[in-house]
């Protein structure tokens, strides 16, 4: 077995037995899109909301929450999985700093975005663990579908 580890704005895709595994989730999302019956599935450590936002000459499209998803479910396509059964799973979005203003956090924007880009593809969340105050790493199973999480302060729970 191998873990593979997923980069800050970057996507990486893996079938059984290997594992796959991002850390560094503060207001980030890392979304995974999985198909439990091909035992494939992919992760993307998605950063800001929306690529609107970016400067042209810098879009990295997996760096942003409306594009990297779409990325995400071509790459975990093209390994195997099928569009109709991929299921999700979700964390992060963390509020890393206190703010004295009402608006929501960089970590809810791209929690919402994330939720609204999967919508587009007519997937729900199964699971999350989002919001709070503290960073996370995640290692996510394709063989039975368990997300690990390890929340600073907190421990590990699965989803």
């Known amino acids: 077995m191998t873990i593979i580890k997923v980069g800050i704005a970057d996507l990486q895709t893996v079938r059984a037995p290997d594992r796959i595994k991002t850390s560094g989730l503060g207001s980030c999302v890392?979304?995974?899109?999985?198909d439990l019956t091909k035992q494939a599935a992919g992760l993307a450590h998605v950063m800001l909301p929306d690529s609107k936002l970016a400067k042209q000459s810098q879009k990295n499209v997996l760096k942003f929450a409306d594009t990297a998803v779409d990325s995400l479910m071509?790459?975990?396509c093209s390994i195997g999985a099928r569009k109709y059964a991929?299921?999700?799973k979700m964390a992060g979005g963390a509020q890393m700093f206190d703010s004295a203003?009402?608006?929501d956090s960089i970590g809810d924007k791209n929690v919402q975005a994330v939720q609204a880009a999967l919508l587009r593809h007519h997937i729900t969340p199964e699971a999350m663990d989002v919001g709070?105050?503290?960073g996370?790493?995640?290692?996510f199973n394709p063989a039975d579908g368990m997300l690990s999480i390890r929340t600073v302060y907190k421990g590990e729970t699965i989803i």
């Open 30 to 34: 890392g979304v995974i899109l999985y």
């Open 136 to 139: 996370r790493t995640i290692e």
């Open 101 to 103: 203003s009402n608006q």
């Open 74 to 76: 071509d790459e975990v």
């Open 132 to 134: 709070g105050h503290s």
């Open 86 to 88: 991929l299921k999700a």
